[in-house]
């Protein structure tokens, strides 16, 4: 069992920046795959960057160029840093992370909210 607890959503302007925290107990070891998605209003759960355990990364085409995703091992985290925010980048956000087994854990989601 791996838990999943992000924090860092909020409210920003247009042009802004937002850093969210994702923070795995448990199994973590067994953890293959770490990433973000979000789900915007009315909209289906999209992926917007994840992380192999050997440090690959991959973004949507839609945050290429304006998101980071990272981690610290040792503080067990992992972050997306959001620059350049939109409008359109308005979701909740929440952290999944996939074991060696493909079995699926998600945090509980925080939202970000894009607006002037």
């Known amino acids: 069992q791996v838990q999943l607890v992000e924090s860092g959503g909020g409210l920003v302007q247009p042009g802004g920046s937002l850093r969210l925290s994702c923070v795995a107990s448990?199994?973590?070891?067994?953890?293959?795959?770490i990433g973000w998605y979000r789900q915007g209003p009315g909209k289906q759960r999209d992926m917007v960057a994840t992380?192999?355990?050997?440090?690959?990364?991959n973004y949507a085409d839609s945050v290429k160029g304006r998101f980071t995703i990272s981690r610290d091992n040792a503080a067990k985290a992992v972050y997306l840093q959001m620059n350049s925010l939109k409008p359109e980048d308005t979701a909740v956000y929440y952290c999944?992370?996939?074991?060696?087994?493909?079995?699926?854990?998600w945090g509980q989601g925080t939202q970000v909210t894009v607006s002037s």
């Open positions: 992380m192999t355990s050997g440090g690959g990364s």
């Open positions: 448990g199994t973590i070891d067994s953890v293959a795959l």
């Open positions: 999944k992370a996939s074991d060696l087994w493909a079995r699926a854990y």
